[in-house]
């Protein structure tokens, strides 16, 4: 049994050698600058300690959630501050503010967000994805076409049972854009055993432009398609939004402000 052998030096060399050992950057850091704060302001030791290792904490997992964010593969950054809840009023800002909670991935709970093109459901999903990966969650996006290639090789190398558990360290899944492109039966088994799958064992966050009742159109399969669905949305919750594209809109308003201006 090794012992570690604390150097005969001041304080402060003490702790940034002891620091170094415990590989904790962040207190070799600020652990100067905080005793300073704590003589000033008259801190008990364990309170200068909270202070030290609470911004180990932090940084350890602002930098845990970064890795997180990079390893989802989100298109952009969108954030769920970002999103002008005005454009979907019908949207309740109740549900939404519990779904940013995430306490729907600990259940294994799934949420589904339907409505046409341009009315924000890309930009939910991400700021979803993105309370997930900071709330600690692994998080892994895709597009419908995104997953099914992935399905596809992993099926086409008798890979795709190793695939799906692999696949179970992530704890959230999103698909976005199902309904843009039709698939064949074999897309539509191979999504099927996805979500099969993932069935009350980790959450899936599901973007699509077509009502339920138009997936079979999609998938080529009306029994399929509901088995799908109703693994889906057992434990889920399904929001819809309604309303004009945002890009129509900023067109619109673009051509207003034009028109306006050269008149």
Known sequence: M???????????????????????????RVFE??????????WSHEEYLAAVL???????????????????????????EDFTM??????????LAHLATCTFIAKAENVVLLGPPGVGKTHLAIGLGLKAAHAGYPVLFDTATGWL??????????GLDKELK???????????????????ATAANLFFQLIAARYEQGSLLVTSNMPFGRWGEIFGDDIVAAAMID????HAEVLTLS??????????????TTTTNTK
Do not use: C, N
């Open 2 to 28: 090794t012992t570690t052998t604390i150097p005969e030096k001041d304080p402060g060399s003490q702790i940034a050698y002891l620091a170094r050992v415990l590989k904790t950057p962040t207190i070799m």
């Open 33 to 42: 600058d905080l005793a300073e704060t704590a003589r000033d302001q008259a």
């Open 54 to 80: 609470a911004r180990q904490v932090a940084e350890r997992e602002e930098s845990g959630a970064r890795i997180r964010i990079g390893g989802a593969h989100f298109p952009q950054l969108k954030t769920l």
């Open 86 to 95: 005005d454009h979907q009023p019908s949207l309740r800002r109740d549900i």
């Open 149 to 158: 290639a992935r399905l596809q090789q992993a099926h086409a190398t008798d």
């Open 166 to 184: 692999k696949l179970r360290r992530y704890k959230l899944l999103i698909i976005d854009e199902i309904g843009y492109i039709p698939f064949d």
């Open 231 to 234: 693994r889906l949305v057992h």
């Open 243 to 256: 309303g004009d594209s945002y890009r129509t809109r900023a067109r619109r308003e673009l051509l207003k």
